[in-house]
Nanobody, 123 residues
Framework: QVQLQESGGGLVQAGGSLRLSCAVS????????MGWFRQAPVKEREFVAA????????YYADSVKGRFTISRDNRQNTVYLQMNSLKPEDTAVYYC????????????????WGQGTQVTVSS
């Protein structure tokens, strides 16, 4: 019944910016923390950022601190990831997910996932 739909990915040059969006269906969006993960070919899924249920707390991987910003609009049932100063190593499929329990930094703590959106950063 819960569905997540990412959008906003694409091809961008190094140093550029992208804004990812994740639209969540259902009427309980505001009750859950949300996260962004990414996965490059032949690599494990990697934590990127997370945000608490009311937007008051945010968490970031060291690799994206100072460059990425996570935010949410509970009235629109949408979570965002603003990505600035993009690097080729940011190239991956980016996934939005809803947290249910456990660590914000682990994919095991999330139980609903979107289909992913491709981000490619060229040099």
């Amino acid at each position: 019944q819960v569905q997540l739909q990412e959008s906003g990915g694409g091809l961008v040059q190094a140093g550029g910016s992208l804004r990812l969006s994740c639209a969540v269906s259902g009427r309980t969006f505001s009750s859950y923390a949300m996260g962004w993960f990414r996965q490059a070919p032949v690599k494990e899924r990697e934590f990127v950022a997370a945000i608490g249920w009311n937007g008051g707390s945010t968490y970031y991987a060291d690799s994206v601190k100072g460059r990425f910003t996570i935010s949410r609009d509970n009235r629109q049932n949408t979570v965002y990831l603003q990505m600035n100063s993009l690097k080729p190593e940011d190239t991956a499929v980016y996934y939005c997910a809803r947290r249910y329990s456990g660590s914000y930094y682990s994919a095991m703590g999330y139980n609903y996932w979107g289909q992913g959106t491709q981000v490619t950063v060229s040099s």
